[in-house]
């Protein structure tokens, strides 16, 4: 069964530093996506970046990369030179399914929280 | 703005009542999901529908029910509520395949005393 373990309930980093958040999956499936998204303390939820699982290169969208590690099912965000205004709900998801039908699963998230 | 639009913004009701909430997709979007959070918890999917049948069930409850109609606006029904189904429930759409995001509208917060 799909299933998104973020193992980490909240984090701290200090300002300008590098912070990785971890996911790992678990599916069946071959054909698969990764996503990272942000909640902010506002409440609405914000794409970071996405992973194929047929992707051989780490996917990278400015400040964020997306440590994939399909052997160990993992799918680690990595946010470099953290900011302020990162501190946020980080959540993991996987998204399968076929034209039949897609399902897009989240983690239980991870509170960041990012020190001046 | 991820172009969904959520209605109502915030609800409150009593324990044993019936809500809907409303749901417009970004357009062009054929998909439409509803996900509900409760507090200090991950994002639960309920079900997902796309042009107007439904095509993946979650953990929905037998009480809540949803339907997308020829416009692709959804609606979620929610009915015998309990204090226990207070929560922001969230509808995301998205574009047909296995890399398409999701686009969150800002979600319905629903309070049940």
């Known amino acids: 069964a799909q299933k998104i373990t973020q193992t980490q309930p909240g984090m701290f980093v200090q300002e300008k530093e590098a912070v990785t958040l971890d996911c790992t999956y678990d599916?069946?499936?071959?054909?698969?996506?990764l996503f990272w998204y942000k909640q902010p303390s506002s409440g609405e939820m914000i794409f970071l970046i996405y992973?194929?699982?047929?992707?051989?290169q780490n996917a990278t969208e400015g400040r964020y990369s997306l440590n994939f590690q399909k052997a160990r099912k993992s799918a680690n965000l990595v946010i470099s030179a953290s900011q302020l205004g990162d501190s946020a709900m980080y959540f993991c998801?996987?998204?399968?399914?076929?034209?039949?039908?897609?399902?897009?699963?989240f983690g239980a998230g991870t509170r960041l929280f990012v020190k001046a | 703005d991820s172009g969904v639009t959520q209605t109502p913004k915030h609800l409150i009701t009593a324990t044993g009542q019936r809500v809907t909430l409303r749901c417009s997709p970004r357009?062009?979007?054929?998909?439409v999901y509803w996900y509900q959070q409760s507090l200090d918890q991950g994002l639960q999917f309920l079900i997902q529908?796309?042009?107007?049948?439904?095509?993946a069930k979650g953990n929905i409850l037998e009480r809540f029910s949803a339907q997308q109609f020829p416009d692709l606006h959804s609606e979620l029904n929610l009915s015998s509520l309990e204090l226990g189904d207070s929560a922001l429930y969230f509808c995301?759409?998205?574009?047909?395949?296995?890399?398409?995001?999701?686009?969150f509208g800002s979600g319905t917060q629903l309070s049940v005393l």
């Open positions: 995301a759409s998205s574009e047909t395949g296995l890399r398409e995001k999701l686009f």
């Open positions: 599916t069946s499936d071959q054909s698969y996506g």
């Open positions: 992973q194929g699982s047929y992707d051989e």
């Open positions: 998801a996987m998204r399968e399914g076929s034209t039949g039908g897609f399902k897009t699963i």
């Open positions: 357009s062009g979007d054929l998909s």
């Open positions: 529908y796309y042009n107007g049948e439904e095509r």
